[in-house]
């Protein structure tokens, strides 16, 4: 799981806004390495549509920028899979292959993929992530913390039910203030 929050614990500010996160060079350089290793993305409906509504139009966009294209590039050609009770269907499209709408989380069903050969699989939506984390899916939790306090938002982990214990076991700080941390299950 690799998540962007504000120093307060926020992911998202009021009305899902993002556009406090920290993003130049070097964290898109960050970014599209994570991407290098990982073959699917895990969605909920949110953040799933969030990323349907931007990337694939990225390449055709002459604003663009040369890292945002290649980030494009590799989610497009990456399995994306979308958990939603709600949203009536997913299409592909140009610029937005391999693409499959689940109804239900199964969590067997994610353990059978995780034994597959390949790499990793990447975990997009709070939601989901809590589901995922209780359920003792998610390996490693990659927080990316934004050097900016919001005043309102959505709490990283909204709707946990139970302690989630986890372990340090990698700092990285970035020019532009920003610090990823990254966490194992502790046990």
């Given at each position: 799981?690799f998540v962007?929050?504000?120093?307060?614990g926020?992911?998202?500010?009021?009305?899902h806004?993002?556009?406090w996160?920290?993003?130049?060079?070097e964290v898109?350089?960050?970014?599209?390495?994570?991407?290098?290793?990982t073959d699917?993305i895990?969605?909920?409906?949110?953040?799933?549509?969030?990323?349907?509504?931007y990337?694939?139009?990225a390449p055709?966009?002459?604003?663009?920028?040369?890292?945002?294209?290649?980030?494009?590039?590799?989610?497009?050609?990456?399995?994306?899979?979308?958990?939603?009770?709600?949203?009536?269907?997913?299409?592909?499209?140009?610029?937005?292959?391999?693409?499959?709408l689940m109804?239900?989380?199964n969590?067997?069903?994610?353990?059978?993929?995780?034994?597959?050969?390949g790499?990793n699989?990447s975990?997009?939506g709070?939601?989901?992530?809590?589901k995922l984390?209780?359920?003792?899916?998610i390996?490693?939790?990659?927080?990316?913390?934004n050097?900016?306090?919001?005043?309102?938002?959505?709490?990283?982990?909204?709707?946990?039910?139970?302690?989630?214990?986890?372990?340090?076991v990698?700092?990285?700080?970035?020019?532009?203030?920003?610090?990823?941390l990254?966490y194992?299950p502790?046990?």
């Open positions: 799981m962007s929050v504000s120093l307060n926020f992911f998202e500010g009021p009305n806004d993002i556009s996160h920290n993003v130049d060079d898109n350089k960050f970014a599209i390495g994570q991407l290098r290793e699917t895990l969605f909920g409906r949110r953040t799933y549509q969030l990323f349907e509504g990337w694939p139009k055709r966009d002459p604003a663009t920028s040369k890292g945002n294209l290649e980030i494009a590039n590799l989610i497009n050609n990456m399995k994306k899979i979308v958990f939603s009770k709600t949203l009536p269907k997913v299409e592909e499209k140009e610029n937005w292959k391999n693409v499959k109804r239900e989380v969590a067997e069903e994610i353990r059978l993929w995780k034994q597959q050969s790499k699989m975990v997009g709070n939601s989901l992530a809590v984390a209780e359920s003792g899916l390996d490693e939790f990659r927080v990316m913390i050097p900016v306090a919001l005043g309102n938002g959505t709490p990283l982990f909204e709707g946990i039910k139970e302690r989630l214990d986890l372990k340090l990698a700092t990285q700080t970035f020019q532009s203030g920003n610090v990823l990254t194992r502790a046990s």
